[in-house]
């Protein structure tokens, strides 16, 4: 089994800068590919940023591209999401996410690629 907590979330003004930080623990985290989704109110939860457990690929929602970046780190076992020129739209609670045994090129961008999911953390972008 592997537990993802979050934290970093907070309340930002608009244009303002956040870095989140998903720490795993339970197995060894180097094998699993990893992502961030995000839920605003009233909306279904939606893919924001992923990564290769190797690390070498990424992939990001249109809507972050440019501000947005994923990051990891496998000796601290623990996923970063460096948010930048952030914008009230992106009021959300962010959630990260992991599933072991992927091959090292692939990076999934589904929720139901996933088998663990973080508790979420919120962030909330003041205009």
């Known amino acids: 089994q592997v537990q993802l907590v979050e934290s970093g979330g907070g309340l930002v003004q608009a244009g303002g800068s956040l870095r989140l930080s998903c720490a795993a623990s339970?197995?060894?985290?180097?094998?699993?590919?990893v992502g961030w989704f995000r839920q605003a109110p009233g909306k279904e939860r939606v893919f924001v940023a992923a990564?290769?457990?190797?690390?070498?690929?990424?992939s990001y929602a249109d809507s972050v591209k440019g501000r947005f970046t994923i990051s990891r780190d496998n000796a601290k076992n623990t996923v970063y999401l460096q948010m930048n020129s952030l914008k009230p739209e992106d009021t959300a609670v962010y959630y990260c996410?992991?599933?072991?045994?992927?091959?090292?090129?692939?990076?999934?961008?589904?929720?139901?690629?996933?088998?663990?999911w973080g508790q979420g953390t919120q962030v909330t972008v003041s205009s």
């Open positions: 339970g197995r060894t985290f180097s094998n699993y590919a």
């Open positions: 996410a992991a599933r072991m045994n992927v091959e090292s090129r692939y990076v999934l961008v589904r929720e139901e690629e996933y088998d663990y």
């Open positions: 990564m290769s457990w190797g690390g070498g690929r990424s």
